[in-house]
């Protein structure tokens, strides 16, 4: 109910497809801004220190960039990843036990992660700083357990009630914000990093990629809604685009704003399938050379597979590849590094 509401408050986007299945795939996307990588996410390969990021891109505009997690960020290579690339990395080991009163093997409450949010974003105030935070929750992982009395249907141990104490820990963090003098001046992006499941009738089910993006800042973003098929991987550009920073980098997402109709496309994966959709088609790219190709009825999503590809399917299969092996080859020779 509480992101309902903010929903009506925000620029949403209600077609965007996740990179991939697990976080260090979401991490990568909204960080780096490129498909995900053959394989492993680039944040827990080798060699992955001085890349453009978003945060790198900010920090040449003036602001301070900081990684926020409330877990121990050893977890994945998170740790290595952010600290490694230039943001100031605060997780479990920075949190003040006396403050500390939900956590799970995942991290602490998302309200208590929140109050970290508050404190750096204070800190900086104080010391005259523009600031990206770069947050990442874990309420929403088994046990699904969470602090009592904020939610009167939230049920512990299930899924839906660690989803209601979230979707209340959100709008508690904005109602606290909304107090500090540093709210105007603020624009939040609520993403997810993936979905809950990713299982369906086909290996690539799109419904099982598709997650929240909202836009929230009342003194510089407008309410509005884009129903345009956008990847994870757009929302760096597409943010940077709305905040008017120009920038060079390395980013392969694009500003959602600024594509033409008809050239919208996402990338969906799992450990050993790259699934690329355009033009209501999606073609997989598979394990010793095979590519699958699928129609996709826009309506019902239902797949049809498609035995001998068109033209058209032809040109999105190399598309594909080029995307695909594109960045494997760009990080594979620093080439994702700044300069």
Request: proline content about 5%; overall charge negative; charged content about 25%.
């Amino acid at each position: 109910p509480e992101l309902d509401k903010l929903a009506k408050q925000s620029y949403i986007f209600t077609n965007m497809l996740a990179t991939g299945t697990r976080t260090v795939r979401g991490l990568e996307a909204l960080s780096l801004s490129v498909p995900p990588t053959p394989g492993q996410s680039i944040v827990r390969r080798a060699d992955n220190q001085d890349m453009v990021t978003l945060g790198s891109v900010l920090r040449k505009e003036g602001y301070a960039t900081d990684f926020i997690y409330g877990g121990y960020g050893y977890f994945d290579n998170m740790n290595e990843f952010f600290g490694g690339n230039g943001y100031t990395v605060k997780d479990r080991l920075t949190i003040p036990e006396n403050e500390i009163f939900n956590e799970t093997v995942w991290g602490v409450a998302d309200e208590i992660l929140f109050t970290q949010v508050i404190k750096s974003m204070d800190e900086h105030y104080r010391q005259g700083e523009k600031a990206f935070e770069m947050v990442m929750t874990t309420t929403n992982h088994r046990p699904f357990t969470f602090p009592e009395g904020r939610v009167k249907e939230a049920v512990q141990g299930e899924r839906e009630g660690s989803v209601r104490y979230t979707d209340w820990a959100i709008a508690d963090f904005l109602s606290r914000a909304r107090e500090k003098p540093w709210f105007d001046d603020t624009v939040f992006v609520i993403v997810a990093d993936h979905q809950a499941r990713a299982a369906g009738k086909t290996d690539l089910p799109i419904d099982t990629y598709r997650i929240p993006c909202f836009f929230y800042g009342p003194k510089f973003i407008p309410p509005g809604q884009n129903d345009r098929l956008i990847s994870q991987a757009d929302v760096a550009p597409t943010l940077l685009a709305r905040l008017n920073i120009s920038y060079d980098g390395t980013f392969m997402g694009q500003d959602i704003e600024r594509v033409p109709p008809g050239r919208e496309r996402a990338f969906i994966s799992t450990y050993q399938l790259m699934g690329y959709v355009r033009d209501n088609t999606l073609v997989v790219l598979k394990p010793n050379r095979e590519i699958e190709y699928f129609k996709i009825n826009a309506a019902t999503h239902e797949y049809t597979a498609i035995n001998e590809p068109a033209e058209n399917e032809e040109k999105i299969k190399h598309e594909t590849i080029a995307y695909y092996q594109g960045a494997a080859m760009l990080y594979e020779k620093g080439l994702l590094k700044e300069r």
